[in-house]
Structure formats: structure tokens, C-alpha cells
């Protein structure tokens, strides 16, 4: 009998664990069995694996051959362990361990000429080796950059099938670990491009300040979208470790650029109106895939023509905006992606959409429907509501507004004001402060709070809807730079809550 060992790392959402791949060869009829609870492309395996292992050089064992990858229970899905059953089968074959293969993480799809192909996910199945306190991993050549990033552990880069062996053997050497910098980001778009609409620019300011939720309703071609792609100029990048989660998401969707796979810059994800519900949140048949609501993450989701949207779609934002977090339940078992974003919502006003609304042809009935797709609970958790207004030829000779760069500062200033506020309560930024904390411990003045129990009392605002107006209000404060929110600010945050949307 002879056995080989090797190990590899299985992903599950962002989250990785730990898999032993064994080899067995006994006697019997030759034949691979492969046990362990493997998806079509892992049974594939076996194939790929045969074919890279003769066309290195290699004799294929004629005898029986049982792979397993434990733990049993454990769904295995991808081309991720084909460099590890290799490794494992060449180690039985030898019945002799390579000293390098009991103490190495192997990531990895064989071609069948031997070549090691890049696959998706190497960022948390490093992190996830780096956790479990292994002391090396290798990953394919083209995916060396993405596990550069990953501090703490030796990462190394292979080509193909032959040079692994080589180095298992102690007669050759893998690529080490590269220098990765960050991408060069185009020229982003600048608001003086934005004509008038000064209220609904303000709005987009205390939005980036606090990480608000926005909608923009009004009639077509009056700077909706626009508005909207120049907020993440606005937000600052992306902190460390922010940058290391928004990037294993990424990972896992294999959106990474293979040269600079860094991303620093908060992400911008604009789907179509027609997007599905698996599309918006993640999905898939057995093992979930992130959908646009992670890859959002620390930055801005946009859904242009919002009352266009599927009602189902529209409602499977509520928990990932309440809580941050999407949880997928498939057969295979949940997959949690974070989902921490900024929602901008626009939408015209009816069907019709005429440049003058005072030319709208809808009913009065079908207006109200149009929009009515938003429920109340959807909305309540949207903080800042403007209702745009056609501009007149006047704004066409005005001076342009204030650039990017002059709000990017004063945002700048607020977060940082926030952030350290919020930091006894582990938080950076006011749309994440927990309702409880604002109304004790950071509770404004009585006189301050005036027009919010006024409204309250009038039935106008939800508990969450008041929790909600306190954090616009502390974005207001901050920008003005105040150290607590004066009626002024509340004032202003209840007239941005109460507008924009005709129910």
C-alpha cells in the first residue's frame, strides 16, 4: 500500500477551510475513485490529473487509485486541488513525502500539457492558510500578485506541473513573492460637469460625508445619473484593510486584474434595471456566487430607473442594507459576502417622463403606482430624498459649481471627524452608528431635538426613520464643522427625509 498527502484550502463565501487530499494505491483493477463530496468540475479532476501527470514525465499508477478530500462533509467545488491530488498522487507513487508537501498549502487547475492555470478565490484561501498558521502556500504563476498581497506567510508561484515537482524535490525553485501596486485610476468625473441642481449637490456632499443612502427622482436628462457616477470621486479610498476585503470579493468573482489586483478606490456598481434577484445578491446552483450588492462593498451601488425594477429585486435590499451582510442559503450549505454600500437610487416621476413634469399625461392613479413600487419599508431605510428640478436657461451662463477635489476635502475632514467620534463604538463612519448609541449616549440637546419628537409625534417618522435622520443630521454637523448637531442640522435632515418621492 502507499498513501501521499497534500493539502489545499476549500472557499465558502470569504471564508476558507483547511482540506486534506489523500492518494491510496492498492491492489485492484486500475481505476481513480474520487470520494469526498466533489462537484462536477473536481471529478473532472481526474482526468485533468492523469493527463499532467504522464505529459510531465510521469508513469500513472496501474493500479486502483482512491482520492479523498476531507473533511467528508465538506461541499468541494472548482479546479482549486488539481495541483494537490497531482502532488499527492506523485507522493504515493514514490511512497515517500517530500518534506515541502506536509508543510504547504497547493492552489491550482492543471492543464493537460502540465501547465498551472490562475483560478478564482486565492486571496481568502490565503488569508485563510496565513490564519491556520501554515508556513508557505503556492499558487499559480498569474494569480503570484493577487496572493502577494497577504502579509505573513511565504507565497510562491508556480508554472507548471514539472517545476513543482522539481522544487518538492529540493532541485528547483518557484517565483516568489512580487511587489503589487495599485492600479492607475482614469480621470474621474468632476461635478462642475453638473449644471445647477445646487440642492441635489449638496445632497451627494452629505451623502459621501456619512455614507447615506440617496435618491434622486425628477424628469430625464437633468444630471440624475451624473450626480450619481460622481460620488465615489467624493469618498476617500479605501483603508487597508477595507481594500483587502473589497478585493477578496472580487477574488471570488475573478474580476481581479492579474498585474495590479489591489483596489483602493471605492468600487462603482451600476446593474441594469432588468438585473434578476441572483444577480443583484449573489446566487447560483449549489455554491453562491457575490452579486452586485458585495461587489459594492465600501462603496456605491446604483440602480438608475429604480421603478423600472422587478418588485422581488427591489425588496432583497432591505436586510443587506440594515445589516451589511448578504447570507445565501444553497444545497450545498450559506455563503456570507458583506455588503456594506452605498445605495443610490433614481427614478423619474411617471411612465411618461416628460422634460416639463407639468406636461405629464399619466393619471394621477398611475403616477402614484410608478413610484409606489418602492415600499415604505425600502424607503425608510433611504436617508436622503431629492426631487430635482428641470433647469432653466439662466444656469446654462453661470459660473460652474464647485469641483470634486474642493467637496473631496471637506468629506475628507467630516469622515475623519466621524471616525473618531464613532471609534468607542468600533465604527468610521454616521450611517453605521447603532440607534441606540445616538439616542443615549450622543443624544443632541432638547432644544435640538425639537422638530424630530414634533415629527414623531405627528406620526411622520418611524423609530428607524428618526435613528436615521440623527446620523444625516451629525453628517450635516460634521461638514459645518460643529461638534454636535444644533436644530439647523435636523431641521435640514428631516426636510432632505421628507421630499423627493410622491407616494
Same mark, same amino acid.
Given at each position: 500500500m502507499a498513501l501521499g498527502r497534500a493539502y489545499s484550502v476549500a472557499v465558502n463565501g470569504l471564508a476558507g477551510e483547511l482540506v486534506e487530499i489523500e492518494a491510496d494505491i492498492t491492489s485492484g483493477l486500475p481505476g481513480v475513485h474520487l470520494v469526498g463530496l466533489p462537484d462536477t468540475a473536481v471529478q473532472e479532476a481526474r482526468d485533468r490529473v492523469r493527463s499532467a501527470v504522464t505529459n510531465s514525465g510521469n508513469q500513472w499508477p496501474m493500479?486502483?487509485?482512491?482520492?479523498?478530500?476531507?473533511?467528508?462533509?465538506?461541499?468541494?467545488?472548482?479546479?482549486?486541488?488539481?495541483?494537490?491530488?497531482?502532488?499527492?498522487?506523485?507522493?504515493?507513487?514514490?511512497?515517500?513525502?517530500?518534506?515541502?508537501?506536509?508543510?504547504?498549502?497547493?492552489?491550482?487547475?492543471?492543464?493537460?500539457?502540465?501547465?498551472?492555470?490562475?483560478?478564482?478565490?486565492?486571496?481568502?484561501?490565503?488569508?485563510a492558510a496565513r490564519r491556520e498558521e501554515w508556513p508557505a502556500v503556492v499558487v499559480p504563476l498569474a494569480n503570484l500578485p493577487e496572493a502577494s498581497l497577504v502579509d505573513g506567510i511565504e507565497v510562491l508561484g508556480v508554472r507548471s506541473l514539472r517545476q513543482l515537482q522539481a522544487w518538492l524535490s529540493g532541485k528547483g525553485r518557484l517565483a516568489e513573492r512580487v511587489t503589487v501596486g495599485s492600479a492607475e485610476h482614469e480621470a474621474e468625473a468632476d461635478l462642475t460637469d453638473v449644471v445647477g441642481q445646487t440642492q441635489a449637490r449638496y445632497a451627494v456632499e452629505v451623502a459621501a460625508a456619512g455614507g447615506h443612502?440617496?435618491? /434622486?427622482?425628477? +424628469?430625464?436628462?437633468? =444630471?440624475?445619473?451624473? &450626480? %450619481?457616477? @460622481?460620488?465615489?470621486?467624493?469618498?476617500? *479610498?479605501?483603508?487597508?484593510?477595507?481594500?483587502?476585503?473589497?478585493?477578496?470579493?472580487?477574488?471570488?468573482?475573478?474580476?481581479?486584474?492579474?498585474?495590479?489586483p489591489l483596489i483602493t478606490r471605492p468600487p462603482f456598481v451600476a446593474p441594469h434595471h432588468t438585473s434578476t434577484v441572483a444577480a443583484l445578491v449573489g446566487g447560483g446552483v449549489g455554491y453562491a456566487r457575490?452579486?452586485?450588492?458585495?461587489?459594492?462593498?465600501?462603496?456605491?451601488?446604483?440602480?438608475?430607473?429604480?421603478?423600472?425594477?422587478?418588485?422581488?429585486?427591489?425588496?432583497? /435590499?432591505?436586510? +443587506?442594507?440594515?445589516? =451589511?451582510?448578504?447570507? &445565501? %442559503?444553497? @444545497?450545498?450549505?450559506?455563503?456570507?459576502? *458583506?455588503?456594506?454600500?452605498?445605495?443610490?437610487?433614481?427614478?423619474?416621476?411617471?411612465?411618461c417622463a416628460p422634460a416639463d413634469p407639468q406636461e405629464c399625461i399619466c393619471p394621477g392613479a398611475v403616477r402614484r403606482r410608478?413610484?409606489?413600487?418602492?415600499?415604505?419599508?425600502?424607503?425608510?431605510?433611504?436617508?436622503?430624498?431629492?426631487?430635482?428640478?428641470?433647469?432653466?436657461?439662466?444656469?446654462?451662463?453661470?459660473?460652474?459649481?464647485?469641483?470634486?477635489?474642493?467637496?473631496?476635502?471637506?468629506?475628507?475632514?467630516?469622515?475623519?471627524?466621524?471616525?473618531?467620534?464613532w471609534s468607542v463604538v468600533g465604527v468610521r463612519t454616521n450611517a453605521e452608528v447603532p440607534g441606540p448609541v445616538l439616542r443615549r449616549g450622543f443624544r443632541p440637546s432638547r432644544a435640538a431635538m425639537a422638530p424630530l419628537r414634533s415629527a414623531l409625534d405627528r406620526g411622520m417618522l418611524s423609530v428607524r426613520g428618526a435613528d436615521r435622520t440623527l446620523r444625516v443630521a451629525w453628517s450635516l454637523c460634521d461638514l459645518a464643522g460643529r461638534t454636535s448637531p444644533g436644530i439647523e442640522d435636523i431641521s435640514t435632515a428631516l426636510g432632505f427625509r421628507q421630499a423627493g418621492v410622491v407616494r
Open positions: 493500479s486502483r487509485l482512491t482520492l479523498a478530500l476531507s473533511p467528508a462533509t465538506l461541499p468541494k467545488m472548482g479546479s482549486v486541488y488539481d495541483i494537490a491530488l497531482a502532488s499527492a498522487v506523485l507522493s504515493a507513487t514514490r511512497k515517500k513525502s517530500w518534506p515541502h508537501l506536509d508543510r504547504t498549502i497547493l492552489l491550482g487547475e492543471l492543464a493537460l500539457d502540465g501547465r498551472v492555470r490562475p483560478v478564482r478565490g486565492v486571496l481568502p484561501a490565503v488569508l443612502n440617496l435618491i /434622486l427622482t425628477g +424628469p430625464p436628462g437633468i =444630471g440624475k445619473t451624473m &450626480l %450619481a457616477q @460622481r460620488l465615489p470621486g467624493l469618498l476617500p *479610498p479605501l483603508s487597508a484593510d477595507e481594500a483587502l476585503e473589497v478585493t477578496a470579493i472580487h477574488s471570488v468573482s475573478g474580476l481581479l486584474s492579474e498585474e495590479t457575490p452579486g452586485a450588492v458585495s461587489h459594492a462593498h465600501r462603496g456605491v451601488l446604483f440602480l438608475d430607473e429604480c421603478a423600472e425594477i422587478g418588485v422581488s429585486v427591489m425588496e432583497a /435590499l432591505r436586510t +443587506p442594507m440594515e445589516e =451589511g451582510e448578504i447570507r &445565501l %442559503a444553497r @444545497r450545498d450549505g450559506v455563503a456570507r459576502y *458583506p455588503a456594506r454600500f452605498q445605495l443610490v437610487l433614481a427614478a423619474n416621476l411617471c411612465p410608478y413610484l409606489g413600487k418602492l415600499s415604505g419599508p425600502l424607503l425608510d431605510r433611504v436617508d436622503l430624498r431629492v426631487q430635482m428640478q428641470p433647469v432653466r436657461s439662466g444656469a446654462l451662463g453661470e459660473e460652474a459649481g464647485e469641483t470634486s477635489e474642493a467637496v473631496r476635502a471637506r468629506v475628507a475632514a467630516a469622515r475623519e471627524a466621524a471616525a473618531q467620534r
